[in-house]
């Protein structure tokens, strides 16, 4: 599953390719039946010779490839556990077949059936394979990629006029999945500075249109790739990481750690980069968490910030339950939860916006993040929005809400983190700077 294809140079051998090994053993002339098949370990009643089972990878020549043509891998049966996995380092691009040679202790031998396993040359562009073709139907006019090959693609090629690097989703896409495997990730783009990308340049795009309700499954997404959300498009991540920017546009949502055919939040995706919501953008039901300051970027570690891991600009709305979690201190201070700039955040009936400052726990003196700050501008609306300063062991506690602007939610909870005394640090306040609350129903401590 985790490895049905590899890149040339990019494969290794671990759980993740392994398949299991089946056979039966019937009457001559007999259908063989679903409970006739069992595992071929040592617990099955097929008792194996094993140094007469071997692991055959041929090039499949109907699908093009060569008669000559070198997988550079090697296959190996362990018949102690049924286990087929697949080592080595792949030689020759090309498609290959994959079967298993199985002799028992009374001579009687057999030939399984082939999968299929692909040998990329690295230079494929994300435009080329993101092609119905390579798509899952799911029969109501919606595909899934599933799962993304190859699992490496760092070309992106342009299927957008006038752009160069730039990709479209489609909008019949709903599902890109790296892999079905918790921990094994399909990788999008490659890396780059980290100045770089707070500067703007970013080299590769990747457009979520209109219509487009897509969920990022198992993938990591590194900082070479922009990320936008259009208008009327949506974009959830699952158990998937982000190490860039994502810019939400007017009309566009964003997701995240949430499965909303079961309703219910789940866990496993991170930001390692921010999240940008402009004038009219909606966020819904997310759980954010970074790891902007302890995840290294991709292959590089030149990446410290205390830059908010959420900055809404102008009006956007919050639907359902939204929560945010800045890192912790990578220096001096937590990292900022939220930062509302120039206009207002309104959160729909029942709602419900929580926001923690990063802790300064990780090292001994780094001061607790800023839950939210207000750049002249107002939370609103008939919901609740909590703010919680980050805690810390020997610096600072960290404040709630900071800068300039008012809050008028339904119900507002605003609390500062507290300090140890004993090191003279200073607990963290509630609201600090030029904040109004007029909610309702508050907690201000």
Known sequence: DGVSSASVGGSSSNKNSAVKVYGALVEKGKDVADKDWEELDNMAKIKLN???????????????????????????YMTISSDLTLSGTPKDPGSYLVSVSIEDQQGRSAVSNTLPFRIYSGEETLADQMKKENFKDYGNGLYAWDIMEPWAISKFGSNVNGEEESVRVPAYLEAWFGSHESGTYGYLGYDIPWK?????????????????NLTLTNMEVLSSVHIIVENGGKLTLSDS???????????????????SFNNEF????????????ADGAALENAAIYSHANYLANGD??????????VVANGNVTVKGTVAILGDDGGSDIGQMALRVSNGTLTLEDGAELVAYGGSGKTLLYTEGGTAIELDNATITGNGKVTAIGGDVLWGNGGTGVTGNGIISTKEAFLQGATANTSNKAVPGKATDGNVKVTSTSKHIE
Do not use: W
């Open 50 to 76: 094993g140094s007469k089972c071997s692991v055959s990878i041929v090039p499949d020549t109907e699908k093009g490839t060569s008669a000559d043509s070198d997988s550079g891998m090697q296959g190996v």
């Open 196 to 212: 770089q990308v707070v500067a703007g340049n970013i080299p590769q795009t990747l457009y979520i249109p209109s219509g487009c």
């Open 241 to 259: 990481v982000v190490q860039g920017i994502i810019d939400v546009q007017s009309g566009g949502t964003f997701s995240m750690n949430y499965d």
């Open 266 to 277: 789940t866990t496993g995706a991170s930001l390692c980069g921010q999240l940008r919501l």
């Open 300 to 309: 590089l570690t030149d990446r410290t910030t205390s830059e908010p891991v």
